[in-house]
């Protein structure tokens, strides 16, 4: 069992549209977590920390669910400036990342 | 601030031979790493570094190798390369604490014929 694992989607949705994805993790001692969003041929950039209480940023909002260790990012609104592969990544020791789930936005 | 720079961007290497990929940072952050990120699969972690003088092993270290003369720089070196080192490769800094989020430099693209 991969150690983060995502669904590689794509997920092909309108503008204006609200799309969700999870991520589980399997060490049940991880202690922090993030989403990465990185575009075609690009590295990767932090796009949010996920915080035990969840947290928002704009359209953007972050769960955590330790008890059933996995993590999920809200978009609300999507733009086709979202459209992108975003990474779930997960620390414990160090960072583990997750194969990445894409995400298409369409006019 | 440049932060992360990674070079070549691009690079052709035929099997057997060897080079180094270039990583310097200007953010004097402590912790450095290497990855490789191959379709279908997530960055994979191949050397870190959590200070000058200081390396390890990460999940995929065999074919390189790594050193962290000063802060600044830690290069990766393929000793004779192989095609299954066909990827992409990322460098990344990090302040020191294990909680923090890691800057990626842009990378380099390696193709071994």
């Known amino acids: 069992r991969k150690e983060v694992e995502q669904d590689p989607g794509p997920f092909n949705v309108p503008e204006g549209a609200t799309v969700a994805f999870n991520c589980t993790y399997s060490n049940s001692a991880s202690q922090s977590f993030f989403w990465y969003r990185q575009d075609c041929r690009k590295e990767p950039k932090l796009l949010m920390s996920?915080?035990?209480s969840g947290n928002e940023d704009g359209r953007f909002t972050a769960q955590l669910n330790r008890a059933s260790q996995y993590i999920s990012l809200l978009i609300r609104d999507s733009k086709l400036s979202d459209s992108a592969t975003y990474l779930c990544?997960?620390?414990?020791?160090?960072?583990?990342f997750g194969a990445g789930t894409i995400l298409r936005v369409k006019s | 601030n440049a932060g992360v720079t990674q070079t070549p961007k691009f690079q052709v290497l035929k099997t057997g031979q060897s080079m180094t990929l270039q990583c310097a940072q200007d953010?004097?952050?402590?912790?450095m790493s290497w990855y490789r990120q191959d379709p279908g699969m997530g960055l994979r972690l191949i050397h870190y570094s959590v200070g000058a003088g200081i390396t390890d092993q990460g999940e995929v270290p065999n074919g390189y190798n790594v050193s962290r003369s000063t802060t600044e720089d830690f290069p990766l070196r393929l000793l004779s390369a192989a095609p299954s080192q066909t990827s992409v490769y990322f460098c990344a800094t990090q302040t020191g604490g294990r909680s923090q989020p890691q800057h990626f430099g842009d990378g380099t693209r390696l193709s071994i014929l």
């Open positions: 996920v915080y035990s």
């Open positions: 953010m004097n952050h402590e912790y």
């Open positions: 990544v997960v620390n414990k020791d160090k960072l583990v």
